[in-house]
Each structure stands twice: as C-alpha cells, then as structure tokens.
C-alpha cells in the first residue's frame, strides 16, 4: 500500500521523531540467504523474527496482507494504522504487538529490499542493528536466472533467461545491492555475514552473530528446521554453494567479471579473473522456462509498445548523461527535451487521442537519433539500465549512484 499521505509528508519534511526502539534489521539480495537467517533467528529463545514485513519500504504491505502474514485480526492493524502519527509510531506499535504475542525481547525484521533503506532506517531508529547477508555473486546469479519472482522479462526486454542479457542482469542486481548495503561498512551497527560462513562454519558465525545482537548464544539456534515450508528456510546443511562452477560458460564467465570482478575480489569470492579458468567454451543446458504461448491481444500490444517507448526514453536520457556521449547527440536530446516542453505543438494536446502522438513520435525520433549517434555498446547498456530502473530492480544506474 501506499504510506498515508500524513506519514509521506513528514518524511518528506524530515519531521519524524526517532524511536528509542532497538529492531534488528535484516536485508541481502535476492538469494542470499536471508530466509535462512529469519528462521534461525526465530529460533532464539529472545528474537522474534517473522514474515517479511515491508515496514521501511518505499510501498509497504496493506493492513489485510500484514494481518493474514502474521496471523493478526485484521481490524486490530487498521487500528494501528489509523491511530499511528507516522509511520515509526506505527513500527512501534506493530513490533510490541509482535513481541508480546511470541513473549520475546527483541523484533527483528527481514525484508531484503531493506538494504536499501539502512541509511533512512538508521536516520529513524538510531539503536537499530543492521544485518546485511551476502552471498557469492556468481551463485546468486545462477540462481536468479530460474527465481520466478526475478522478473527478468521487464529487464531485458523478453530475452530468454539462458542469454548473456538475463546473466547481466542478475549479476548487476546482486552487485549493486550489495555496494548499496555495504555503504554503512564500518558502523559499529552494522555486520556482515557471509551465506558459505554459515554454511561450513555455522556455529562460529552464528556465535559472532549472536555476539554483535547482544544476546546469549543458544544451541537452538543450530536446529535443523526441515519441516518449514517457506523456500530456503529447512536444514542449514543443504547449500548450492559453487553451483556457478556447472552452469556458467567461459562467455558467462566474462559478463560477470566486467560487472562486478571487483566486487567479487573485495569480498573474496575470486582474485582476477583466474578463477574462470576451466570453465566450458559452452554452458550445460539449462531446463528450459515454461512460456506463455497465448497471443497478445491489441490493447497488451499498445500497454508493451508504450511500456517499450517509456524505456527508450530513459535510456536516452541515461545515455545523454554519460560522457562518452557526443555532443551533437547531446544538442538533438535538449531540440527534444525543448518542443515536449513548449506550449505549441503540430497537434494540440487538448485533441482527444491525437493530442499526444506528436510528443510520442518526438520521443521516438529523438531516441532513434541517439542511439544511432551512440558509441558501440553504450545504447544497450544504457537501455538495459533504464529497464532495471523502470522496474525497481537497482537504485543506481552506471557508475553513478541515485536515489531510490
């Protein structure tokens, strides 16, 4: 759901009152292992850690989602949500509820977009603790190529999850969320653990976990949980750790150094590009995706070709952006930019249906013209970062950060 508009506008401001509240806050990319991490947090006998909230998101989860994910009566958080004054108070109200139903001491949440919010987080609950769980890239990204909540068809444009473009995307998903959660390195609040530590060594990890949340160490928390149903939640021993070593090719190999080699040598997970080595010329095949084969009917069309010419416009204005552009195509985005913002147009815009094909066809023109003026590879970097934009699926574009 959308925050009310009295909670948007305080944040807007900055007029929030930070909590005195201590939550544990739980974030990672996709993958990574932070399901894992919920359910053996649950099991100490003073954390509560439940569903994925969605509380310090942009969009949060609406009072009926919140209600049947946590087993609440539905009435009871409308309640809460109409009582509270911002949305920290509402936090504040749905993890006491939390804590007194389970009767434990501490709330944690784990929502993996999280990470994206530590720094806002941070601003609202200065004594939370951040726990940040990150994965090998080259795993993840096998992994999120067959995830069917990766909606990769809106990042690549419908290309198949086999292809070099599906292999991009995921493994510049799993880089940059992990450099956006990593900006808070070095607060005392904030820790890192590695998915393969818990995996070979889980009790020393879970120990200096346990250390950094400041509670006693329990065994419990070694626990096998076979019996979850939630996916990537059941026995701690089972792992895909160096599953990239069958399913990626010398070519896939490549496309993963460029984007995030050095992310990968700065968490130890390779040194150069050595670690290709004896990889296959050519992938194992992959199990193919089940397709949807029906036809798109003539408004689906119209909804995908409008959707596609949205994109164009942002990676031409990406792509204006970035230096190794040249300057005429720079002059042809302002001409562009000047006649969708001037009152006259050839068609008014006030014509029903008409008005605003003129302004679609200067768009379309103006990106033609641009990318054709392009350098090699920079259009279909720019347009594959408009998509991933588009889509919510990274917060920032090239070398450049921005804002979610």
């Known amino acids: 759901m959308s925050l009310p508009n009295r909670w948007r506008f305080q944040e807007w401001i900055g007029r929030n009152d930070p909590s005195e509240t201590s939550p544990i806050v739980i974030g990672g990319c996709g993958s990574s292992g932070t399901t894992l991490v919920r359910h053996i947090l649950d099991r100490h006998p003073a954390i509560f850690c439940g569903p994925e909230s969605t509380l310090f998101l942009t969009r949060i989860s609406s009072p009926a989602e919140l209600a049947d994910r946590f087993g609440f009566d539905l009435p009871e958080v409308s309640r809460w949500r109409r009582l509270s004054r911002s949305r920290v108070e509402f936090i504040e109200r749905f993890q006491r509820a939390c804590l007194a139903r389970s009767g434990k001491q501490l709330w944690a949440d784990k929502t993996p977009e999280n990470l994206r919010c530590f720094h806002a987080i941070r601003r609202r609950f200065p004594q939370a603790k951040f726990v940040h769980v990150i994965r090998d890239g080259r795993d993840v990204a096998c992994s999120l190529r067959q995830a069917r909540w990766m909606r990769l068809e809106k990042i690549t444009g419908d290309a198949d999850r086999a ?8 493994i510049r998903y799993w880089a940059e969320r992990v450099r956006f959660g990593r900006s808070l ?15 070979s060594r889980p009790e020393a990890t879970l120990r200096g976990l346990t250390a950094f949340l400041g509670v006693d160490w329990d065994p419990a928390l070694l626990r096998a949980d076979d019996g979850a149903s939630e996916r990537g939640a059941r026995s701690l021993f089972q792992s895909s750790v160096g599953r990239w070593r069958d399913e990626l090719s010398a070519g896939d190999a490549e496309i993963i150094d460029r984007h995030a080699g050095d992310l990968l040598a700065e968490l130890d997970y390779a040194d150069g590009a050595d670690w290709a080595g004896g990889l296959p010329a050519v992938a194992r095949p992959r199990r193919a995706q089940a397709a949807n084969g029906a036809p798109l009917s003539l408004r689906q069309r119209g909804v995908k070709a409008l959707k596609q010419l949205r994109r164009d416009a ?18 042809l985005g302002v001409l562009a930019l000047v006649y969708l913002v001037m009152p006259f147009d050839l068609i008014p815009d006030r014509t029903p249906v008409f008005g605003y094909m003129d302004d679609a066809a200067a768009l ?6 641009i990318k ?8 279909s970097e720019q347009r594959h970062a408009a998509a991933l934009h588009l889509s919510r699926h990274i917060w920032a574009i090239g070398p450049r950060e921005a804002r979610a």
């Open 372 to 379: 054709w003026l392009a350098p090699a590879g920079l259009w």
């Open 185 to 199: 390195a070095g607060d005392p609040r904030y820790h890192e653990i590695r998915y393969e530590d818990l995996l």
């Open 364 to 369: 379309v023109l103006a990106a033609g013209l």
């Open 314 to 331: 942002y990676a031409a204005w990406f792509a204006l952006l970035d230096r190794r552009f040249p300057h005429l195509g720079r002059l």
């Open 163 to 170: 292809s070099p473009q599906a292999l991009e995307a995921c």
